[in-house]
């Protein structure tokens, strides 16, 4: 048993010393540096201003939206308050928005 135990350690150091060795000669080469100026070029490039187009793309498609409330439509499987929430007054959302979130009765400030 204690021959199997050295056995095992033995395959597991040498197998370690192969892997530092094929380490210690790839970053002694110089690849590495060329791959970091490469990836450094394709941040700059093209991420940023793949980025920057994305982000000026949905500015645009924002500012076209209109800003209407959805219609109220009182489905019975919708909006059920079986238990109050712990905050406010029980009846809204923790992340409520008066002109989106819809009360079981309507939207706030809607008197129709």
């Given at each position: 048993?204690?021959?199997?135990?050295?056995?095992?350690?033995?395959?597991?150091?040498?197998?370690l010393?192969?892997t530092?060795?094929?380490?210690?000669?790839?970053?002694?080469?110089?690849?590495?540096?060329?791959?970091?100026k490469?990836?450094?070029?394709?941040?700059?490039m093209?991420a940023?201003?793949g980025?920057?187009?994305?982000?000026?793309?949905?500015?645009l498609?924002?500012q076209q939206?209109?800003h209407?409330?959805?219609?109220?439509?009182?489905?019975?499987?919708?909006?059920?308050?079986?238990?109050?929430?712990?905050?406010?007054?029980?009846?809204?959302?923790?992340?409520?928005?008066?002109h989106?979130n819809?009360?079981p009765?309507?939207y706030?400030?809607?008197?129709?």
């Open positions: 048993m204690a021959a199997l135990g050295r056995f095992s350690q033995m395959l597991l150091r040498s197998s010393t192969q530092r060795r094929q380490l210690s000669a790839a970053a002694a080469s110089g690849h590495g540096e060329q791959a970091a490469t990836w450094k070029i394709l941040t700059f093209v940023l201003p980025v920057a187009v994305c982000m000026l793309n949905m500015y498609k924002e939206h209109s209407e409330q959805p219609e109220f439509v009182p489905y019975t499987h919708l909006r059920i308050r079986s238990k109050r929430f712990p905050w406010g007054d029980g009846n809204k959302s923790l992340f409520h928005n008066p989106l819809a009360l009765d309507g706030e400030g809607h008197d129709e």
